[in-house]
């Protein structure tokens, strides 16, 4: 089953995000998934348990492919900017079914939370990956400084239908500016002169 679960991942979540995109969340059935995407019903379930675990996975794949090659070096602001644009291409891949996502997951306020909890996670993660402390009181506000800044491109990005991404990086680019003014004021908070000139390149 190791050797084989990342085809099963893929090929799984590929076909749950087509029924998504089709047919919305709450209609999506984990056998038909299966059956779409040619995969033994009995390694699914053994891998997917539940439809929470499809987007819970999803997420982690999204992490993958941002945390990957991530740059560790250079200005903070385009550290975090190419990281949030690989996170989110992962998510161009299945864009209709994210955004049918989107529009169903509020309705859905118990999995809705456990995929918030789960992308709060994913932003330490990035912060960690770019070489940015994500540890303590500090590393705590920065977390949720990023998820705000992922959230609010996020929503741009959904409305976002040009091939480039222009209008979404437009978003990423003003959502950073006003993190680096707040990551100013944090260092004034925590009497850190030395993380001032640093945040003028927009931390998170």
Excluded: Y
Excluded at 53 to 67: C, G, K, P
Excluded at 93 to 100: D, I, M, P, W
Aim: hydrophobic share 50%; proline share 3%.
């Amino acid at each position: 089953m190791s050797d084989t679960a990342p085809t099963i991942d893929t090929g799984l979540i590929a076909a749950a995000m087509e029924l998504i995109a089709e047919r919305g969340w709450p209609k999506l059935s984990l056998a038909e998934a299966a059956t779409r995407a040619g995969l033994p019903l009995a390694d699914v379930r053994a891998r997917f348990p539940c439809r929470v675990s499809v987007l819970m996975r999803f997420n982690t794949q999204a992490d993958q492919t941002a945390i990957t090659g991530a740059i560790t070096d250079g200005p903070i602001r385009d550290r975090l900017f190419d990281i949030v644009m690989r996170r989110l291409d992962a998510l161009q891949a299945h864009r209709a079914g994210v955004l049918a996502l989107m529009r169903d997951l509020p309705r859905d306020p118990a999995t809705a939370t456990i995929l918030g909890a789960a992308t709060l996670r994913s932003m330490g993660w990035m912060l960690q990956a770019t070489a940015i402390e994500a540890t303590g009181l500090r590393g705590r506000l920065r977390t949720h400084g990023l998820h705000i800044l992922w959230l609010a491109t996020l929503r741009a990005w959904a409305k976002d239908e040009s091939e480039d991404l222009s209008a979404t990086m437009s978003a990423l680019d003003a959502a950073l500016t006003r993190a680096g003014q707040a990551e100013a004021t944090m260092a004034d908070m925590f009497g850190d002169k030395t993380a001032t000139t640093d945040s003028n390149n927009a931390t998170a």
